[in-house]
């Protein structure tokens, strides 16, 4: 696929990673810090060739009015939260429009991206996608705001998690090295045993009568960090939503 990335930073540069070998990519970075970096990067001498391409926007979302494509492109495919596609119709021209929610975990290739748009490009972006990871098509921008929550912000609210179970088995008495390792291995772990049991079973089956788990799950329950995570995607949606009435 010919491809013109705009933008190199932490997502575009973990895209450009993943997919730099199996595809023809040209980069229009602004960045001369980023340029130096991306040394064996192919870089575009300016937006006109996004013509016949399929262009990848990977900038911020308040940098949307500084890219400018006077030429027409065979798929515009945004990553920017946000920026909805009646707005990406508005300001490019292209023979048709994706919006792409990847997350951090693209720099792995193990990215889970929610996908909306343009069915006739559908199949193409669902195969780029799922080269960076897993990724699932959905119908509405609703739906892929809910998606942003989830997936998107999934890596903080994970890496949040990950970092209290580590400091409270240091604040118990570990080493933190330990306590890290463990944590680690914990989250490696966890994709196989979700790929083969829905999380509640997987729950009941750690969870032995009178027995330790049991006793932690109470607590959290006490202190409502369900209720809490149900909250912060919540939060996160709305959010999503605000910006994309921008």
């Not at 979302?61 to 500084?66: F, G, K, V």
């Not at 707005?87 to 951090?104: G, Q």
């Not at 897993?134 to 998107?152: D, M, P, Q, R, Y």
């Amino acid at each position: 696929m010919d491809i013109l990335l705009i933008g190199a930073g932490a997502m575009g540069g973990a895209l450009l990673k993943a997919w730099g070998a199996n595809h023809d990519i040209r980069v229009l970075e602004s960045s001369a810090a980023r340029r130096e970096r991306l040394q064996d990067a192919r870089f575009a001498a300016d937006a006109s060739e996004a013509e016949n391409r399929v262009v990848v926007l990977a900038v911020k979302p308040q940098s949307l009015d500084s890219v400018k494509i006077s030429v027409r492109a065979k798929a515009i495919v945004s990553v920017m939260a946000g920026v909805t596609l009646d707005t990406l119709r508005d300001s490019f021209k292209a023979d048709c429009f994706i919006r792409a929610m990847p997350n951090l975990a693209a720099l792995h290739q193990k990215s889970a991206t929610a996908l909306t748009g343009d069915a006739i490009f559908k199949d193409e972006a669902l195969k780029l996608f799922n080269s960076v990871g897993s990724a699932v098509w959905f119908e509405s921008e609703k739906e892929l705001a809910i998606a942003t929550a989830l997936s998107g912000s999934g890596p903080g609210y994970l890496a949040l998690i990950a970092e209290a179970l580590a400091d409270g088995a240091i604040r118990l008495g570990m080493k933190s090295d330990d306590a890290f390792a463990l944590t680690r291995a914990l989250f490696e772990g966890m994709p196989a045993l979700l790929a083969n049991e829905h999380p509640a079973l997987l729950r009941d089956r750690v969870c032995s009568p009178g027995g330790t788990t049991i006793e932690g799950i109470a607590a959290l329950e006490l202190r409502g960090v369900r209720g809490a995570i149900f909250e912060a995607l919540k939060a996160a949606f709305e959010r999503s939503e605000r910006l994309a009435r921008k």
